[in-house]
């Protein structure tokens, strides 16, 4: 129903800012919720944002909030994270996840992840 590809990881220095993408294809993505998360090495995945597809509500994590956004672009069938003021603890793969608003429950969609690594 709905396919993920997370794109924009890469390596930045401490300060440095990053905007990470997640294409969405599907029949109806309004139906969704489109959530970030990421996981660092030894340590439990974490949720970051989410958005509404089709709304213009969103939400962001206490721990980045101020520093991370999250929007979406219709037109590319695109959500983005925005990320600023990056430090080496924000280093992680993060993932685009959808969850199914009619239903609720866990993600069900995820996409592979995308590196992002911050250097001090």
């Known amino acids: 129903q709905v396919q993920l590809v997370e794109s924009g990881g890469g390596v930045v220095q401490a300060g440095g800012s990053l905007r990470l993408s997640c294409a969405a294809s599907g029949r109806s993505l309004s139906l969704y919720t489109i959530g970030w998360f990421r996981q660092a090495p030894g340590k439990e995945r974490e949720y970051v944002a989410a958005?509404?597809?089709?709304?213009?509500?969103?939400n962001v994590a206490d721990s980045v909030k101020g520093r991370f956004a999250i929007s979406r672009h219709h037109a590319q069938n695109t959500v983005y994270l925005q990320m600023n003021r990056l430090n080496p603890e924000d280093s992680a793969i993060y993932y685009c996840?959808?969850?199914?608003?009619?239903?609720?429950?866990?993600?069900?969609?995820w996409g592979q992840g995308t590196q992002v690594t911050v250097s001090s």
């Open positions: 958005i509404y597809w089709d709304s213009r509500s969103a």
């Open positions: 996840a959808a969850r199914p608003i009619k239903t609720g429950g866990d993600y069900t969609h």
